[in-house]
């Protein structure tokens, strides 16, 4: 089920009375949507790759919890509406996720930078994530964030090399104290199509 809307406006948003009469369901068709938009690198990464479905999805549920009204959904439309591709890009959170807090400092703080060495290969042609300009995601002492947004921007060649059905996508890191490198399932593939023009 391809979603090409590039943009959440107000309108798209259902009001909380019909979001909570729906909303069982519509979790059901997000699950559905996030399997094959959703992969492992290495022990502790994973890519959940956004679209403007995830990202509704994303908004709705904060304002069920929320409950902050016309000011909130201001705010979620601005923090989540750059989240959505736009036809020439490929977009994912990326997360560490470490139940021990112990592990996770001690991870995180050798991997200052992380989010500028992330990249999707097509063929070996390795296309660098843009992290999202929202704030600094690595701090002064070098130990990086658990969560990161990333766009991955692509000229039309390799899109059209990314949609071919022989090409070999990979995702991985250069950073030397997290050389992961893995390759996403044909599901994935046809998934982040939907989001390229």
């Known amino acids: 089920m391809a979603y ?7 309108n798209d948003i259902m009001s909380i009375e019909q979001y909570t009469a729906e909303r069982n369901n519509l979790r059901k068709n997000l699950l ?26 994303q908004i709705q549920e904060m304002l069920y919890i929320e409950k902050g ?4 959904l201001k705010d979620e439309m601005a ?3 750059p989240l959505i591709p736009q036809g ?10 470490i139940d021990s807090s112990i592990t996770r400092k001690k ?6 930078g992380v989010e500028n060495l992330i990249f ?9 994530a843009k ?4 704030t600094e995601r690595t701090d002064a002492y070098g130990k990086t964030s658990s969560v990161h947004f990333l766009h991955f921007h692509m000229t039309n060649d390799q899109i059209n090399n990314f949609k071919n059905i022989e090409s070999k996508i990979e995702l991985g890191t250069d950073h030397q104290e997290y050389l992961h490198l893995t390759v996403i399932s044909s599901e994935t593939k046809l998934s982040l199509i939907e989001d390229l023009d």
Not at 37 to 55: D, I, K
Not at 107 to 112: D, F, I
């Open 32 to 57: 559905a949507i996030k399997k094959n938009r959703r992969v492992s690198l290495g022990p502790h990464a994973t890519f959940y790759f956004e679209n403007y479905y995830t990202m509704k999805s």
């Open 107 to 112: 991870v995180l703080s050798k991997l200052g």
């Open 69 to 72: 009204g016309d000011e909130q």
């Open 131 to 134: 992290p999202e300009d929202d």
């Open 79 to 81: 923090a989540y509406n």
């Open 4 to 10: 090409k809307e590039k943009r959440i406006d107000p």
């Open 120 to 128: 999707i290969s097509i063929n070996g042609d390795k296309i660098f």
């Open 88 to 97: 020439k890009e490929i977009v994912a959170t990326f997360m560490f996720e």
